[in-house]
Every structure is written in C-alpha cells, then in structure tokens.
C-alpha cells in the first residue's frame, strides 16, 4: 500500500496498518495515516481501535558516536538488500502499482544521514531515541513501533546492547500512569 487511496481503503474496512517512514519520507506518510484515521471513523469503526504499527531501524548505544558508528554499516546492508529485493516493482504497470517506481528510487536514495534528518528511525543514544520516538508518536498520533535491531547482520552483542537500553532508558518514558 503505497497511496492515499490505499489507506482510505483499509480504515474503511477496518484492516490495521503498518507504514515505513523512510519509504516516501514523513510528510507523505503523515498524509496517508490521516486519511486512514478518518476512513475508520466515518466507517463507523471505533475511535482509537486503529492501530498503527510503523517500521523504524533500531540502534541505541550510550554515545551519538558510537550509534552512528554501529548502525552505519548495517543501514547501508540493509538498503542495498532491500534496494535488490524491490526493484522489480519499479517495472509492475498496473495502475494499483503506480507509485512503487518511486518508492523504489526513495529507498534508493536512503542514507543514515536522510533516515536521521527525516526522523525515520530510532538511531542515537537513550536521550536521542526518546525524542525521535516522541517525534514519530507526534506526526502519526498513536503507534505501535516495530523496531528493526536485527537489520543489516547486527550480531547478538549489539541487539542486546540495544534492547536493554531502550527497556531500561526509552520505554519509561512513554509508559502510561495508571
């Protein structure tokens, strides 16, 4: 699902969705998520049951240095991987399939760099993360991130690294009061 049309479709129906930040940047995707909003409320589908999942790269490491150090190399391997895998759409004709060409020249052109201006991924340190995660939590509204730690041939070290400092330093941070 690459289109306005496409996340009308599912809030109409009441489907879920999950979106890729980096892939179209967040303007666009914003655009998208709200129009999926109001499709499920208008369908009569009841507010605030609409989840959001989005797809962020994961890195946290104790200095900005070091993040960026780490995630480098596996940003990159990712992308390239993931550039091979897609680049066949940029060929589909099919109306439904319009924008993939697009989507494929976005990934393309996706760089550690673009994914941190962007705000397309969790990638710094404890401090850094909390204020990209709120950054992500106010341009969609409620989300369910799916982080990606494993991308790119992170080893069991690092995943680890990162899983218990966005549990020990990320995660209090947006836990709800009861």
Not at 4 to 32: D, N, Q
Not at 73 to 86: D, H, K, L, Q, S
Not at 162 to 178: G, W, Y
Request: net charge negative.
């Amino acid at each position: 699902m690459a289109s306005i049309e496409s996340f009308v479709w599912a809030g109409r129906r009441g489907y879920h969705v999950m979106i890729v930040p980096y892939v179209g940047g967040i303007e666009k995707v914003r655009g998208m998520v709200q129009a999926y909003r109001q499709a499920w409320r208008d369908a009569g589908h009841p507010p605030g049951r609409e989840q959001v999942q989005t797809s962020l790269h994961c890195y946290v490491a104790e200095t900005h240095a070091k993040a960026v150090e780490g995630a480098r190399p596996r940003v990159e391997r990712y992308i390239e991987v993931f550039g091979e895998a897609v680049s066949s759409w940029a060929s589909l004709q099919a109306a439904q399939y319009a924008d993939y060409g697009k989507i494929v020249q976005s990934i393309a052109r996706t760089t550690l760099e673009s994914m941190l201006e962007g705000h397309q991924a969790l990638i710094g340190t404890p401090e850094e993360v909390v204020e990209q995660l709120a950054y992500q939590v106010e341009a969609f509204g409620e989300i369910e991130p799916s982080m990606q730690i494993n991308f790119g041939g992170i080893g069991d070290e690092e995943a680890m690294r990162t899983l218990e400092l966005f549990a020990d330093r990320v995660m209090p941070k947006f836990s709800r009061q009861a």
